[in-house]
């Protein structure tokens, strides 16, 4: 049996650019409401996104990143750190 993938890493067929996958996840595209939810791998997945976002509007937009793409980095780092080891 395949695990299903949640939206935070299954790949978005409606987001291309040039045919290729986009692996950034822009402000207005679906978002996870409880990442407490996520496995491990697909949390690390869905930062990565974040991330690859986060760079993309630094370079690209004059007042630096959008607020909703600096407010999903800052949960998923604060989950990212509840689920550390120490």
Not at 8 to 29: E, K, M, S
Not at 69 to 81: A, P, Q
Request: with cysteine; aromatic share 2%; net charge negative.
């Amino acid at each position: 049996m395949e695990p299903t993938l949640s939206l935070a890493v299954r790949p978005d067929p409606g987001h291309t650019v040039n045919g290729r996958c986009n692996t950034r996840l822009a402000p207005d595209r679906e978002f996870p409401a409880e990442l407490a939810a996520l496995t491990l791998v697909e949390l690390q997945v869905l930062h990565s996104r974040i991330v690859c976002q986060l760079e993309h509007e630094h370079l690209e937009l004059p007042d630096g990143p959008h607020p909703v793409t600096r407010d999903r980095h800052e949960e998923i780092v604060v989950e990212l750190g509840a689920r550390t080891v120490r």
